[in-house]
């Protein structure tokens, strides 16, 4: 059973458009990673967040850990095409230190 | 450094035949996961290993799915008998350990059940 929802579940844009995609859980997260999947690949980490509050840029994309550690956001600024993915969230248990995947949000930039 | 192995990369079988799964971590990693991933859905965690013990597989179809991780390195992930349902990509990773590491996936083995 899924733990983590992500939202959107899909997302059309075209280059230049800022965006951001949601991921929320009913519990605390230890921690809390953000993959993306390319087609035919396995997901790529982007980013870990431990401390609520946290932000986190890596170039156009950032990263943001909700204060209660509940949930967190991504946000990229003037998507490219190479932006194109399937963008997952992912927790770890604080009890059993599983690695549980969010929904995720399918991606698609136009250019 | 090499990264996860996994084969084969396509697999067609009918129903109620079996099928198995390799994986080959990261050399030095001691966690190592499977994950089913349906078609534009999220990896769903099916069983995580540490070394070669069993830290969780609440999620895994213990009927007709069985695996695991000899001298905690290779691993295999094995089907018997399939369903049209299992069709799906079977994804492979391994991390460092346990806790905030990254992990690092393999390009998975797409299952098609026909």
């Known amino acids: 059973t899924q733990l983590l929802e992500q939202s959107p579940q899909f997302l059309s844009i075209q280059e230049g458009e800022n965006l951001t995609v949601y991921c929320n859980s009913s519990s605390v997260f230890s921690s809390l990673q953000w993959y993306r999947q390319e087609p035919g690949e396995g997901p790529v980490l982007l980013v870990t967040v431990v401390t609520g509050g946290e932000v986190k840029k890596l170039k156009r994309l950032t990263f943001q850990f909700g204060d209660a550690r509940k949930d967190s956001s991504l946000h990229i600024t003037a998507a490219q095409t190479g932006d194109t993915g399937l963008y997952l969230c992912a927790e770890r248990s604080y009890n059993t230190d599983k690695l549980i995947f969010g929904t995720g949000t399918r991606l698609q930039v136009f250019p | 450094e090499a990264g996860v192995a996994q084969s084969p990369r396509y697999k067609i079988i009918e129903k109620r035949q079996s099928v198995a799964f390799w994986c080959n971590p990261i050399?030095?990693?001691?966690?190592l996961y499977w994950y089913q991933q349906i078609l534009g859905q999220g990896p769903k965690l099916l069983i995580q290993?540490?070394?070669?013990?069993?830290?969780?597989d609440s999620q895994l179809p213990k009927d007709r799915f069985s695996a695991e991780r000899l001298k905690g390195v290779d691993s295999t992930l094995k089907i018997q008998p399939a369903k049209l349902e299992d069709s799906a990509v079977y994804l492979c990773?391994?991390?460092?350990?346990?806790?905030?590491?990254?992990?690092?996936f393999g390009q998975g083995t797409r299952l098609t059940v026909v």
């Open positions: 290993f540490q070394n070669n013990g069993v830290v969780d």
């Open positions: 990773a391994s991390s460092v350990d346990r806790g905030r590491t990254e992990a690092f």
């Open positions: 050399s030095g990693h001691a966690t």
